[in-house]
């Protein structure tokens, strides 16, 4: 069950949810549906920092295997996350959530920088703060983007909606009778490899004392619940 005290959370959203069925890379309908889950949760007087993924679009690591320099590639897909964080503040705002945008790497002519006593203060203005373009280097994903902003911020627990309802013993795509975890340590996460977030990401939260809850976002109604220690997930404590 899901502590129901959380105040403060961080929500990692790979790009991969913002897809449509078709392939489309930010389906403006399936970003929408997002978008209300979102200000479900804001609704219930959550404050919320989100960190959004690029994958959806560009991933330096699948683009270095095809050529490209390593480097060049991983800021590439920091570009992507900027997408990303722009398409779901767009939507949010379209139902009168307020945001703002910050990315790790400035860009000031489309979003703030990343300052954190900038980002804690409008989180006090009931802001919802995004954060883009991970840590600003290549050689990370947003998944430490999520943990390190995660832990700089203050937040009691990071939650990762992603289009699976938790960690499994395998994967339940393609093993049948995979077992959900209810909860599992750090440190089986690690030590099993379970492929939930990348290992530097789970140790820094594991360091940091930070839950993850691993959760399926395109459930309608599900983030607000699992918030509420009612709906399904697996929590990484
Ligand atoms: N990336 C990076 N440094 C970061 C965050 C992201 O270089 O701090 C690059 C990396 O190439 C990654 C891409 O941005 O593949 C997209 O991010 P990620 O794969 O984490 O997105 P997700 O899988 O969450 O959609």
Known sequence: MTSPTYKRILLKLSGEVLMGPDGVSIDPTVTARVAEEIADVKAEGYEL????????????LAAAAQGFERATADY???LATVMNALAVQNALEQIGVDTRVQSAIPMQSVC???????????????????FAAGVGSPFFTTDS????????MNCDALFK?????????ADPKKVAGASRYETISYNNVLS???????????????????PIVVFNIREHGNFAAVLRGEGVSTIVT
Do not use: Q, W
Not at 114 to 129: G, Q, Y
Not at 161 to 166: E, I, L, Y
């Open 145 to 152: 983007g999520a943990a390190l902003r995660a832990a700089e």
């Open 76 to 78: 590439m897909g920091m």
């Open 161 to 169: 909606g992603t289009s699976v309802d938790g960690i499994y013993d």
């Open 112 to 130: 703030e920088p990343f300052i954190r006593r900038r980002a804690v203060r409008h989180l006090e203005k009931n802001r919802v703060v995004i």
């Open 49 to 60: 920092c989100v960190v959004v993924g690029g994958g959806n679009i560009f991933r330096g």
């Open 192 to 210: 099993k490899n379970l492929k939930v977030m990348d290992a530097s990401a789970v140790a820094l939260c594991r360091d940091s004392n930070i």
